[in-house]
Structures are given as structure tokens and as C-alpha cells.
């Protein structure tokens, strides 16, 4: 019985698409040194979050892949290039109706929260008491005119 590399090599072999390889920016370029204080051309190496780029992605081969790495590592150590870039990105969904503890809204309120809630009752005692102050104010107003 066949090893499965030995499938995936020959699953490979029978599906004959040609892979057009990926030129590197330094040969197209004519690139024949790769300084650490050229900038514009270290960040073609880079991700948009700073990260170094693999040598499949960029196409590069291995001896230019090593110096584009040492470059932009000695560039961020005299700090022309960042370490890490934040991307703002907007969150959608999910975590909205959660409190600090991951628990629904519903669910992370105490019994003793809910005792306490106002019912109303509180508001309609407190109008009736300034009503009846102010009955008691019209009628020495008018105690007052009549005398």
C-alpha cells in the first residue's frame, strides 16, 4: 500500500496544470544589493500588518529571501519600519448583549436588583402630597381675598 505523500504526489502528477512561478520585485527591478535604509522597497515585502512576506507569496528564492528578511529586521531595529501595524476593523455581531462575565443581559441580574427596580408607586404618592399642598394654598388664597 501507497503512503500518502506518495498519493498526493501522484494526484498531483495526473492534474498536469502548469503553476506559472512568481518573479520576484528584486529581478524585475534589477535589485543587485538590498539596503536596509531603502524603505519603499523593503515594504513590498511586508504585509499591511507589518509581517514579512513568505518567499512563496513574494517569489523570491532563498539567498534573496534571507537578505530581504535581515533588511527589513535591521530596519526595524533603527526604527524606518514598524514591528506590528494596527488595522481597524469593525466588529459585527454576537458580543453586543454580553456583560463582563459572558452572561446575557437577563441572565447576570440579581434577585436583589429586582426588588429594588421602581414600580411607580413612589411617583404617585409624591404628586398627591404636592397636590394637596397646593389645595391648601388656594384655599388661603381665597381666605385671604373674602377677608
Do not use: C, H, W
Request: no cysteine; aromatic share 4%.
Amino acid at each position: 500500500m501507497a503512503s500518502k505523500k506518495n498519493k498526493a504526489r501522484s494526484a498531483r502528477d495526473a492534474n498536469p496544470r502548469k503553476f506559472k512561478k512568481k518573479t520576484s520585485v528584486l529581478i524585475i527591478d534589477k535589485v543587485e544589493y538590498i539596503d536596509y535604509k531603502d524603505v519603499d522597497l523593503l515594504r513590498r515585502f511586508m504585509s499591511d500588518r507589518s509581517k514579512i512576506k513568505n518567499r512563496r507569496v513574494a517569489g523570491n528564492d532563498l539567498q534573496q529571501q534571507r537578505e530581504v528578511a535581515s533588511a527589513i529586521k535591521l530596519a526595524r531595529e533603527m526604527a524606518l519600519l514598524p514591528y506590528a501595524t494596527r488595522v481597524a476593523s469593525t466588529r459585527t455581531g454576537g458580543r453586543r448583549d454580553r456583560d463582563d462575565r459572558g452572561r446575557g443581559r437577563d441572565e447576570g441580574r440579581d434577585d436583589n436588583a429586582e426588588s429594588t427596580e421602581n414600580t411607580g408607586d413612589d411617583n404617585v404618592e409624591s404628586t398627591e402630597s404636592t397636590d394637596t399642598s397646593t389645595e391648601v394654598v388656594e384655599t388661603t388664597e381665597t381666605t385671604e381675598v373674602e377677608a
